[in-house]
């Protein structure tokens, strides 16, 4: 097991765990509690302290479960390593705290999850400029660079709309210009699709999805690909760089939003998502099956206005999606036809459950404009591309038959 290139996705995670010795030799790592660690000689408490040997200090910096999870999920992005956090939006805080500051810019992705959006508003009441733009197109988020711009920020597939961004030429536009490329990989998942193939620095994902995907955990991280050439990043304080460059961007986030805002994954939230990350490969199979005959059937039906799924050829982006992704995703939306209300629509589904997670083995429905996107208001929502009729649709592990019949009954019972 020491050559991970070598075997398959779920063996390499399967196996991660004995890379390094677990306790009593016990197949899962256990799920340790302790918020400090004891040293016998105090120098090595000191030299723990000053970053001249591994070891953990207090809980909120670092701990065994989590650090056997960070090793999974740097194995699934073969990355070079990963910082976890409490929930996916502690991981996007992490990475505007640590890396930003005031007179700095972030180009955006405008198709974004609905609570980055948010994040990047505050953000921007804070001295950093945001730009939003149409990441679908490369020139788009080329014409809004600016001498002050570090990151470029995007999504593999949007969502509720399901844009996906232009991910090679973002890639190579920043790999040109020097900046930091920031991937948030959590609608592909790193089964579907690895962002350091097209340049990306940071991968963000959102660990509550598909990787724990089973609804009972929060969690997020940060991998650094290993991509990065930090020394062209101006922000990196000069105590940061007694490490070795490539860990520099690393060192920095784990102190300066890790250890200071202090959104530390628990280690037993770290336990559940390693369980559930087993499974990974098995669920989105059947999740991205389900997906595609749901999408093909709705499609066809004339009472639906339009399907928003990157795996029907009639979506704008399905050449891209089926270059860089083995499957098309578990999440697709659609817009049922005036004269059927959204709202009754979800009533008559007797599997989909009107709830706001996604990735869950279970499948989730909600009807988007008066839910996740309700803050925004109408003209926010139609400058996203969401109608007030849309319906977001998280596909589980159901058997396909019993969903596609599902989500046809429900649309001919008016
Ligand atoms: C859910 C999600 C997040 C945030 O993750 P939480 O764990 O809910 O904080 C970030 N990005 C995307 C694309 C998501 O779907």
């Not at 990787?211 to 940061?240: M, Q, V």
């Not at 050829?313 to 098309?328: C, G, R, T, V």
């Amino acid at each position: 097991m020491n050559d991970t290139k070598k075997y398959g996705f779920t063996t390499t995670i399967l196996h991660s765990d004995r890379q390094k010795p677990i306790e009593h030799g016990s197949l899962h790592k256990p799920i340790h509690t302790s918020v400090a660690y004891g040293y016998k000689d105090a120098r090595e408490l000191a030299a723990v302290f000053q970053g001249r040997q591994p070891g953990y200090r207090y809980g909120r910096q670092g701990n065994p479960t989590v650090s056997a999870l960070e090793d999974k999920i740097t194995k699934m992005e073969q990355g070079l390593a990963t910082i976890c956090f409490s929930t996916g939006m502690a991981a996007i805080g992490a990475l505007a705290h640590a890396l930003l500051r005031s007179g700095d810019h972030v180009v955006s992705s405008a198709f974004l999850f609905g609570n980055t959006n948010s994040l990047w508003q505050t953000v921007s009441g804070q001295g950093i400029e945001v730009s939003f733009v149409d990441a679908t197109d490369v020139a788009n988020v080329e014409a809004a660079l600016t001498p002050s711009t570090r990151i470029v920020f995007v999504e593999t597939i949007a969502n509720p709309r399901t844009q996906v961004a232009d991910l090679k030429r973002i890639g190579q536009l920043c790999r040109d210009k020097g900046i930091l490329f920031v991937v948030d990989n959590t609608m592909t998942s790193p089964y579907l699709f690895r962002p350091k193939m097209v340049g990306a620095g940071l991968v963000v994902n959102a660990l509550t999805k598909s990787i724990a995907g089973h609804g009972n955990a929060l969690g997020g991280s940060l991998t650094d690909t290993g991509l990065y050439d930090w020394s062209k990043f101006p922000n990196i304080f000069d105590t940061y760089k007694r490490y070795t460059q490539p860990q520099w961007g690393m060192a920095q986030i784990r102190a300066k939003a890790l250890r200071d805002f202090g959104g530390s994954l628990g280690p037993e939230a770290a336990h559940h998502i390693a369980v559930g990350a087993e499974t990974m490969a098995l669920r989105l199979e059947r999740e991205c099956a389900n997906a595609m005959a749901l999408a093909w059937m709705l499609e066809a039906d004339p009472r639906v206005a339009a399907v928003h799924y990157p795996g029907l050829p009639s979506h704008p982006q399905h050449a891209i999606a089926s270059e860089l992704f083995s499957a098309y995703g578990s999440l697709f939306s659609f817009e049922l036809v005036d004269g059927i209300d959204c709202f009754d629509y979800l009533n008559r589904l007797r599997l989909g459950v009107p709830a706001s997670n996604l990735g869950d083995t279970r499948t989730l429905v909600i009807p988007v404009a008066h839910t996740i996107f309700y803050e925004m208001g109408p003209e926010r929502r139609a400058s996203m591309g969401i109608a007030e009729s849309l319906i977001r649709v998280s596909v589980g592990i159901e058997d396909t038959t019993d969903l596609v019949e599902d989500f046809r009954q429900a649309l001919g019972a008016q």
